[in-house]
């Protein structure tokens, strides 16, 4: 039997008559069946799906109630929905709930909490979300746009309910083939970041970043990618160029540096400090420079036949990423080429996050 479902998430405020309008477009209308509903709402909004709010103008029916209802009107399979935290989501900070979206400060929480409701069900790759940006505040939709922008998968929608102003706010759910036929529901395109962020998510676990930490990400990471210029390489001249800069590093720096780049044009890319320290390291330099510098390697203090020490390996990192970092002045794109490290206890990865086709190699 499929494990597959199609989850609704819905954001609501004081109209969560827009659940079961979407739940009627897909269900009846386009005969796509539902399985669970998740809404997206303020303190205030629950107390308006439950039935509770004290205000003259919403609705006193439960929603859970009015979903039974036009399950049962329409002939299709009710959605796992419940009247708690698990299917209400209110964004709070600590034990306090977030009853409007109206701050610069609520504009934190509750994108927070739909990138993070957002990721968490995008990450069941049987699932396909239909995000609905229907209901309440245009900020909120704007939020849950964002977060369906940066983890959806090539399966998911978004979606916008309309109807006639006529039948604005009247039921739940249509009741006539006027109403049926005013009712309708539109996809609406929207760039994926995903795939394009792929890399960046693990190695740097953005999945668990707030959603303000992931937007900086985010534009860091597209500023990288559309950057246009590339790192020159000249073997002969030891020399690294980047836009009109260049610099001269000696030749054990130059080749600490070209080393990364030789590997991660290899295939391999990233080592840890034990692999560096291999003999077959120290082959591998010995070759570098009786290919191109064959007059120096015997001044470098005995390395070629001692080997290397995870001490060497840590002083010549540090001291090409300073003249990296010096020769390219925007910190982000710098970081694009300097040898970084993945921390793990006792198996950090080193590497250079740029691509191979960001160089251009001269000999």
């Not at 890319?269 to 320290?277: E, L, M, T």
Request: some cysteine; hydrophobic content about 35%.
């Amino acid at each position: 039997m499929s494990s597959t479902k199609n989850i609704l998430i819905c954001i609501t405020g004081l109209t969560p008559q827009i659940v079961t309008e979407t739940l009627f477009c897909l269900s009846v209308k386009n005969k796509i069946p539902v399985n669970e509903i998740y809404v997206l709402t303020t303190s205030r909004g629950r107390d308006v799906i439950l039935g509770k709010d004290k205000h003259t103008s919403t609705p006193k029916t439960p929603l859970n109630k009015e979903i039974t209802a036009i399950c049962k009107k329409y002939k299709i399979r009710k959605p796992l929905f419940a009247e708690n935290e698990k299917h209400i989501i209110v964004a709070k900070e600590e034990s306090v709930e977030l009853p409007d979206i109206r701050t610069d400060k609520d504009n934190i929480l509750f994108p927070n909490k739909a990138a993070e409701f957002i990721r968490e069900k995008s990450s069941d790759p049987e699932n396909t979300l239909y995000c609905s940006i229907t209901g309440g505040r245009k900020s909120m939709s704007v939020h849950l746009a964002n977060a369906i922008s940066l983890f959806a998968r090539p399966q998911d929608k978004l979606l916008h309910v309309l109807t006639k102003e006529e039948h604005e706010f009247k039921g739940f759910y249509p009741k006539s083939e006027k109403e049926i036929e005013d009712l309708e529901i539109s996809e609406i395109p929207f760039v994926r970041l995903r795939s394009l962020l792929s890399s960046e998510m693990k190695d740097t676990k953005l999945l668990k970043y707030k959603f303000d930490k992931i937007v900086k990400v985010t534009q860091r990471r597209l500023k990288v990618l559309s950057n246009p210029k590339k790192l020159i390489i000249d073997i002969e001249k030891r020399e690294l160029r980047y836009a009109n800069e260049s610099l001269t590093l000696e030749p054990m720096e130059f080749l600490f540096y070209y080393y990364f780049v030789d590997i991660k044009n290899r295939g391999k890319g990233k080592i840890n400090v034990y692999d560096f320290i291999l003999s077959e390291t120290k082959d591998q330099f010995i070759s570098y420079f009786e290919e191109f510098y064959p007059y120096y390697y015997i001044n470098e203090k005995n390395w070629y036949k001692k080997g290397f020490s995870k001490e060497y390996f840590n002083q010549r990192r540090s001291k090409v990423n300073k003249k990296i970092t010096g020769l390219i002045d925007d910190k982000d794109i710098a970081d694009n080429f300097i040898i970084n490290v993945n921390r793990r206890y006792r198996d950090s990865k080193y590497f250079i996050k740029a691509d191979k086709n960001n160089f251009i190699i001269k000999i």
